[in-house]
């Protein structure tokens, strides 16, 4: 009995692993457009936020003023 039962299991994961096509079907091939337009909007994101726009060019200004400020008051204040 358990080597029948043995055979049968082996059989049916062998009609398994040969049953599923080699081409892809209409629902996994949309799928991949999917994923493949998801992937390309997520790259142009990427891309477009590499370089820093104007307003973190303006807050990098001025947190260099900033610093440089610290620095001229700390530098006129170690003489006293």
Do not use: H, W, Y
């Amino acid at each position: 009995m358990n080597r029948s039962i043995l055979f049968a299991l082996t059989l049916s994961g062998a009609f398994c692993l040969t049953g599923c096509p080699e081409e892809k079907g209409p629902l996994e091939q949309a799928g991949e457009a999917v994923d493949d337009a998801a992937e390309g909007a997520a790259e142009a994101v990427e891309d477009a936020t590499d370089e820093p726009g104007p307003m973190e060019e303006a807050g990098e200004a001025i947190d260099d003023a900033a610093e440089d400020a610290k620095e001229t008051v700390e530098d006129a204040t170690d003489g006293e």
